[in-house]
Protein backbone atom coordinates (compact mmCIF):
# COMPACT_ATOMS: atom_id res chain seq x y z
CA UNK A 1 0.00 0.00 0.00
CA UNK A 2 1.27 4.08 -0.16
CA UNK A 3 2.44 5.36 2.69
CA UNK A 4 0.01 7.73 4.45
CA UNK A 5 0.52 11.05 3.68
CA UNK A 6 0.20 13.61 6.90
CA UNK A 7 -2.99 15.55 6.17
CA UNK A 8 -2.72 18.04 9.41
CA UNK A 9 -2.79 20.69 6.32
CA UNK A 10 -6.09 19.73 5.72
CA UNK A 11 -7.87 22.21 8.14
CA UNK A 12 -6.39 25.57 6.29
CA UNK A 13 -8.81 24.06 3.20
CA UNK A 14 -12.33 25.51 2.81
CA UNK A 15 -14.06 22.32 3.29
CA UNK A 16 -12.08 22.02 6.07
CA UNK A 17 -12.96 24.77 8.53
CA UNK A 18 -15.99 23.07 10.67
CA UNK A 19 -13.33 19.94 11.27
CA UNK A 20 -13.54 20.03 14.92
CA UNK A 21 -16.85 22.30 14.94
CA UNK A 22 -19.13 21.13 18.17
CA UNK A 23 -22.47 21.38 18.00
CA UNK A 24 -24.22 23.65 21.16
CA UNK A 25 -24.51 21.31 24.26
CA UNK A 26 -27.57 19.97 25.37
CA UNK A 27 -28.23 21.50 29.28
CA UNK A 28 -26.36 19.19 31.85
CA UNK A 29 -28.38 18.80 34.85
CA UNK A 30 -27.10 18.06 38.19
CA UNK A 31 -27.19 14.48 39.54
CA UNK A 32 -29.00 15.05 42.56
CA UNK A 33 -32.01 15.88 40.31
CA UNK A 34 -32.57 12.09 39.95
CA UNK A 35 -32.60 9.86 42.87
CA UNK A 36 -31.82 6.57 41.02
CA UNK A 37 -28.51 8.30 39.72
CA UNK A 38 -27.62 9.74 42.50
CA UNK A 39 -27.20 6.61 44.36
CA UNK A 40 -25.54 4.91 41.17
CA UNK A 41 -23.05 7.90 41.13
CA UNK A 42 -22.48 7.66 45.08
CA UNK A 43 -21.94 4.01 44.92
CA UNK A 44 -19.08 4.69 41.93
CA UNK A 45 -17.15 7.58 43.69
CA UNK A 46 -16.97 4.61 47.18
CA UNK A 47 -14.89 2.63 44.79
CA UNK A 48 -13.72 4.21 41.69
CA UNK A 49 -12.09 7.83 41.26
CA UNK A 50 -14.95 9.49 39.17
CA UNK A 51 -13.84 12.58 37.19
CA UNK A 52 -17.04 14.23 36.30
CA UNK A 53 -20.94 12.91 35.84
CA UNK A 54 -24.12 14.83 35.00
CA UNK A 55 -27.24 14.26 33.57
CA UNK A 56 -27.87 14.51 29.70
CA UNK A 57 -31.13 14.27 28.03
CA UNK A 58 -32.58 12.07 30.91
CA UNK A 59 -29.05 9.75 31.00
CA UNK A 60 -26.20 9.50 33.53
CA UNK A 61 -23.10 10.76 31.89
CA UNK A 62 -19.82 9.71 33.75
CA UNK A 63 -16.43 10.37 32.91
CA UNK A 64 -13.73 7.76 35.11
CA UNK A 65 -10.01 6.74 34.33
CA UNK A 66 -8.71 4.82 30.84
CA UNK A 67 -7.04 2.20 33.11
CA UNK A 68 -10.18 1.21 34.96
CA UNK A 69 -12.62 0.83 32.67
CA UNK A 70 -13.12 -2.65 33.03
CA UNK A 71 -13.31 -2.62 36.88
CA UNK A 72 -15.89 -0.13 36.24
CA UNK A 73 -18.22 -1.64 33.77
CA UNK A 74 -17.91 -5.00 35.40
CA UNK A 75 -19.22 -2.77 38.90
CA UNK A 76 -21.62 -1.62 37.19
CA UNK A 77 -22.91 -4.93 35.77
CA UNK A 78 -23.28 -7.11 39.11
CA UNK A 79 -24.21 -4.40 41.61
CA UNK A 80 -25.79 -1.63 40.01
CA UNK A 81 -27.64 -4.02 37.74
CA UNK A 82 -26.67 -2.25 34.28
CA UNK A 83 -27.27 -5.58 31.98
CA UNK A 84 -27.19 -4.46 28.98
CA UNK A 85 -24.65 -2.81 26.87
CA UNK A 86 -25.91 -0.86 23.70
CA UNK A 87 -23.21 0.98 22.18
CA UNK A 88 -19.50 1.43 22.42
CA UNK A 89 -16.92 3.28 20.05
CA UNK A 90 -14.46 6.14 20.18
CA UNK A 91 -14.12 10.39 18.74
CA UNK A 92 -11.35 11.10 16.88
CA UNK A 93 -10.28 14.66 18.67
CA UNK A 94 -6.18 13.67 17.39
CA UNK A 95 -5.55 16.94 15.59
CA UNK A 96 -7.14 18.71 18.61
CA UNK A 97 -5.90 17.01 21.81
CA UNK A 98 -3.67 13.90 20.57
CA UNK A 99 -6.48 11.88 22.06
CA UNK A 100 -9.49 9.39 21.73
CA UNK A 101 -12.86 9.54 23.61
CA UNK A 102 -13.70 6.32 24.15
CA UNK A 103 -17.46 5.57 25.53
CA UNK A 104 -19.72 2.42 26.64
CA UNK A 105 -23.42 3.12 26.85
CA UNK A 106 -25.54 0.57 28.82
CA UNK A 107 -29.18 0.19 30.18
CA UNK A 108 -30.84 -0.94 33.15
CA UNK A 109 -33.53 -3.04 31.90
CA UNK A 110 -34.61 -3.33 35.92
CA UNK A 111 -34.36 0.62 36.87
CA UNK A 112 -35.06 1.72 33.30
CA UNK A 113 -32.17 3.84 33.18
CA UNK A 114 -29.48 4.90 31.05
CA UNK A 115 -25.48 5.36 31.41
CA UNK A 116 -22.64 6.17 29.65
CA UNK A 117 -19.19 6.07 30.67
CA UNK A 118 -16.40 7.75 29.27
CA UNK A 119 -12.59 8.77 28.97
CA UNK A 120 -9.55 9.44 27.15
CA UNK A 121 -6.55 7.62 25.77
CA UNK A 122 -3.68 8.66 23.62
CA UNK A 123 -3.55 7.96 19.92
CA UNK A 124 -1.34 4.64 20.45
CA UNK A 125 -2.29 4.01 24.35
CA UNK A 126 -4.25 0.60 24.77
CA UNK A 127 -7.38 -0.26 26.53
CA UNK A 128 -8.60 -3.69 27.89
CA UNK A 129 -11.28 -5.58 26.06
CA UNK A 130 -14.90 -5.50 27.67
CA UNK A 131 -16.22 -8.39 25.94
CA UNK A 132 -15.66 -10.93 28.71
CA UNK A 133 -17.98 -9.11 30.83
CA UNK A 134 -20.97 -8.00 27.80
CA UNK A 135 -20.67 -10.61 24.65
CA UNK A 136 -22.47 -7.53 22.80
CA UNK A 137 -18.99 -5.84 22.91
CA UNK A 138 -17.21 -8.44 21.01
CA UNK A 139 -18.27 -6.87 17.79
CA UNK A 140 -18.22 -3.28 18.70
CA UNK A 141 -14.55 -3.22 20.10
CA UNK A 142 -13.41 -5.16 16.71
CA UNK A 143 -15.33 -2.20 14.69
CA UNK A 144 -13.78 0.17 17.10
CA UNK A 145 -10.33 -0.75 15.95
CA UNK A 146 -10.92 -1.50 12.21
CA UNK A 147 -13.01 2.43 12.08
CA UNK A 148 -10.30 4.46 14.81
CA UNK A 149 -7.21 2.02 15.18
CA UNK A 150 -8.15 1.61 18.82
CA UNK A 151 -6.59 -1.42 19.98
CA UNK A 152 -8.13 -3.57 22.11
CA UNK A 153 -6.10 -6.48 24.73
CA UNK A 154 -7.72 -9.38 25.82
CA UNK A 155 -10.27 -9.90 23.00
CA UNK A 156 -10.08 -12.81 21.63
CA UNK A 157 -10.18 -12.16 17.98
CA UNK A 158 -8.88 -8.48 17.83
CA UNK A 159 -9.23 -8.42 13.64
CA UNK A 160 -10.69 -5.76 11.39
CA UNK A 161 -14.28 -6.43 11.11
CA UNK A 162 -15.79 -4.38 7.79
CA UNK A 163 -12.23 -3.45 6.15
CA UNK A 164 -9.71 -5.78 4.26
CA UNK A 165 -7.03 -6.82 6.62
CA UNK A 166 -4.23 -5.07 4.04
CA UNK A 167 -6.31 -2.24 4.27
CA UNK A 168 -4.24 1.49 4.63
CA UNK A 169 -5.00 3.31 8.11
CA UNK A 170 -9.23 3.58 9.67
CA UNK A 171 -11.51 4.82 7.82
CA UNK A 172 -13.28 7.06 10.36
CA UNK A 173 -10.30 9.11 11.68
CA UNK A 174 -11.19 12.50 10.87
CA UNK A 175 -7.79 12.48 8.99
CA UNK A 176 -9.06 10.10 6.13
CA UNK A 177 -10.21 11.77 3.13
CA UNK A 178 -13.77 11.86 2.88
CA UNK A 179 -13.55 9.88 -1.01
CA UNK A 180 -10.78 7.52 0.56
CA UNK A 181 -7.34 7.78 -0.69
CA UNK A 182 -5.54 6.97 -3.98
CA UNK A 183 -4.72 2.71 -2.51
CA UNK A 184 -8.36 2.92 -1.80
CA UNK A 185 -9.83 3.76 -5.45
CA UNK A 186 -7.75 0.68 -7.12
CA UNK A 187 -8.34 -1.98 -4.54
CA UNK A 188 -10.90 -3.89 -5.84
CA UNK A 189 -9.76 -3.43 -9.67
CA UNK A 190 -6.20 -4.80 -8.18
CA UNK A 191 -7.05 -7.47 -5.80
CA UNK A 192 -9.59 -8.80 -8.50
CA UNK A 193 -8.24 -8.55 -11.96
CA UNK A 194 -4.86 -7.20 -11.05
CA UNK A 195 -2.61 -3.59 -11.42
CA UNK A 196 -2.27 -4.81 -15.23
CA UNK A 197 -6.29 -4.17 -15.72
CA UNK A 198 -6.15 -0.45 -14.02
CA UNK A 199 -6.03 1.32 -17.70
CA UNK A 200 -8.65 -0.99 -19.22
CA UNK A 201 -11.65 -0.53 -15.88
CA UNK A 202 -10.32 2.57 -14.37
CA UNK A 203 -10.11 3.80 -10.93
CA UNK A 204 -13.57 3.02 -8.73
CA UNK A 205 -16.15 6.39 -8.75
CA UNK A 206 -15.85 7.26 -5.38
CA UNK A 207 -18.28 10.65 -5.74
CA UNK A 208 -20.97 9.88 -3.57
CA UNK A 209 -22.79 12.96 -4.83
CA UNK A 210 -23.78 11.58 -8.50
CA UNK A 211 -26.73 10.36 -8.93
CA UNK A 212 -28.36 8.85 -12.23
CA UNK A 213 -32.06 9.49 -11.86
CA UNK A 214 -32.32 6.55 -15.00
CA UNK A 215 -30.11 3.84 -12.91
CA UNK A 216 -32.61 1.34 -12.12
CA UNK A 217 -29.91 -0.71 -10.78
CA UNK A 218 -28.75 1.09 -8.19
CA UNK A 219 -30.96 3.99 -7.64
CA UNK A 220 -34.74 4.13 -6.70
CA UNK A 221 -37.06 7.21 -7.69
CA UNK A 222 -39.50 7.79 -4.83
CA UNK A 223 -43.09 7.95 -6.88
CA UNK A 224 -41.44 6.45 -9.98
CA UNK A 225 -40.75 2.65 -8.92
CA UNK A 226 -40.08 0.15 -11.13
CA UNK A 227 -38.58 -3.25 -10.84
CA UNK A 228 -34.71 -4.01 -10.47
CA UNK A 229 -32.99 -3.61 -13.76
CA UNK A 230 -36.41 -2.05 -15.20
CA UNK A 231 -36.34 0.97 -17.95
CA UNK A 232 -36.68 4.30 -16.06
CA UNK A 233 -40.53 5.33 -16.05
CA UNK A 234 -42.21 8.34 -15.56
CA UNK A 235 -45.94 6.95 -14.71
CA UNK A 236 -46.50 7.89 -10.74
CA UNK A 237 -46.63 4.81 -8.46
CA UNK A 238 -48.66 4.98 -5.45
CA UNK A 239 -47.83 1.64 -3.08
CA UNK A 240 -49.64 1.26 0.08
CA UNK A 241 -47.27 0.60 3.45
CA UNK A 242 -49.08 -2.60 4.04
CA UNK A 243 -50.00 -5.94 1.56
CA UNK A 244 -53.50 -6.52 0.45
CA UNK A 245 -55.13 -7.38 3.25
CA UNK A 246 -53.12 -5.54 5.96
CA UNK A 247 -51.42 -7.62 8.95
CA UNK A 248 -53.21 -9.22 12.20
CA UNK A 249 -53.47 -7.04 15.10
CA UNK A 250 -52.06 -4.01 12.83
CA UNK A 251 -54.23 -0.83 11.82
CA UNK A 252 -54.22 -1.01 8.11
CA UNK A 253 -52.06 2.20 6.59
CA UNK A 254 -52.38 3.98 3.65
CA UNK A 255 -50.03 6.65 1.91
CA UNK A 256 -53.74 8.22 0.56
CA UNK A 257 -54.12 8.93 4.59
CA UNK A 258 -50.92 9.91 5.60
CA UNK A 259 -49.77 13.33 5.79
CA UNK A 260 -46.24 15.58 5.64
CA UNK A 261 -45.86 17.95 8.83
CA UNK A 262 -44.44 21.34 8.16
CA UNK A 263 -43.05 21.53 11.36
CA UNK A 264 -42.37 19.37 14.21
CA UNK A 265 -45.49 19.12 16.57
Same mark, same amino acid.
Do not use: C, M
Given at each position: MRAYQNKK???? %????? =???? /?????? %? $????? =??????? #? $??? %?? *????????????? #?? /? !????NENVEVITFL????? &???? *???????? #?????????? !??????? %??KRIRIKFFIKQKEEI?????? &????DWGEREMYDMFGVIITGHHYMKRILMPEDWHDHPLKKSYPLHGDEEASW @????????????????PENRDSSRVDENDTYNFARIHHEVPFGDKPSKE???? =? @?? $?EGGVFLVKSLKKADSKILKERP
Open positions: NVQK %KPYYT =DRFW /VAPQIP %K $EDVSS =DEIFAKD #L $EAL %KE *NFDIKEAYIQRGQ #LV /V !YIGAKNQLD &YNFL *NELSAIDW #LEKSGEFEIF !YQLLSTT %KLRTVSTI &YKSA @YEIDKIFGKDYRAVIGIVHT =D @YQ $E
